[in-house]
DNA sequence: CGTGTTCACTTCAAGATGCAACCGACGCGG
DNA sequence: CCGCGTCGGTTGCATCTTGAAGTGAACACG
C-alpha cells in the first residue's frame, strides 16, 4: 500500500498498438469461427480437436494431451468430445496401460469430416494471414506472437507487483 | 464443383506462424480476463464498456456505438450494459433527439470503478504487450495486426465459390 | 393522416464455458 | 493387502453468448 496509484499511461502510439492487438485478438478468431460454422456446423474449437486427433498416430489421444494440443480446459475438451462422440466422429475409450487415461479416436466418418473441412479452413488461414505476409514477416510475426503468448502464459497475471 | 479439392497446404513455417497466431488469440484474451476477474470482478469485455463511456462526452454513448466500440453484437452490448446496470455504474436512457435510440451513461460509482480498476489493467496491458516491443517493433506489430484485422472484418468469410 | 418499412434495441430459448465438487484408477508406504 | 494421496476425467451449476423473434419509435410514401 505505498505503491504509485497511476502507473505509467499508455501514449497514443502505445495505444493504438494496443488496440490493434486487441481488435486482432477478436476479430481473427469471430471470422475462422463464422467460416467454419457455416461451412462445416462446427467450431474452430472442435475443429482443432478433429484435427489434432487426425494426425495422431492411430487418430487417437489421451483427453490431456488434446486438452493442451487444442489450448482448453480439461473439462471443455470433455464435453466436446462428448458433443463430438455424438455426432459419430469420435469414440472414446479407456487406456489399456493406465485407466486413469480416456482415449479420444477419430473414427472413419471423423476422418472424412476433416478431409472434407481442412481445405476450406486452410484456404481461410491463408486469405487472412499466411499470404498476406512475405516469408521474413512471416518469421517476424511468429516472433512477436510467440513473445506476447509466452508472457500471457506466464502464472504471473495479476499485480503480485514486485 | 469443378476446383482443386486441396489448395495449397500450409508448409512447415507457414503452419508455425499459424499456430503461433492461433495460440495469442486464445492466450492473450485470457490472460487479460483472469486479471480482470481477479482484481476488479468483471471480464474484459465489461471493462472495455466502462472504458468506452469513461471516455466519451458526458460519459455517454449509445449502446450501438458502444457496440461497436467494444467489438460486440448488439444483444451482448444490451445484456452488459444491464448487467453493468444493476451493479449500479451505468445508466441507461433513451435519447431525447431520437427515441430508437439508447444511451448508457457512467454513474459516479461507475467512475470510481474505472479510475480503480485502470492502472491494474494498464500494467498488464504493459507486461503482456506494450513493453515486450521496441518503438520500432511496436509500429511494425500494430501494422500486421491491423492487416490481419482488416481482412478478418471482410465479410468474404466462407468459400464465395467459384 | 395511415400504412408499411426501417431502425435500434430488447427478450427469449438454446447452446457453450468455466469452476468446483466429485469419482474411479493407479501407486506407494506400511 | 490396506489406506491414502494423487492424477485424469466427468458432472452439475451458475453464467454468459448467440440467433431469432419481438417491441416500439421514427421515417417514407401515397
Redesign the interface.
Known sequence: MSES??????DA??R???L????????????LD??LR??AGIGHFEYQVLAGLSEAPDRTLRISELAEFA?GSLPRVSQVVSRLERRGWVRRGSDPTDGRYTLATLTDTGWDKVVATA??H?????????D??D?A??????E??????A???DR????PSR
Do not use: K
Open positions: 496509484p497511476s502507473p505509467r499511461w499508455l502510439d502505445e493504438e498498438t494496443w490493434a492487438v486487441i481488435s486482432l485478438t477478436i476479430r481473427l478468431p469471430a471470422a463464422r467460416q457455416r461451412d489450448d481445405p476450406g486452410v484456404e481461410q488461414a491463408r486469405r487472412l494471414v499466411i498476406r505476409f516469408p514477416e512471416r518469421a517476424r510475426l511468429r512477436f506472437a510467440d513473445r506476447i503468448t508472457a500471457s502464459a504471473h497475471d495479476g499485480l
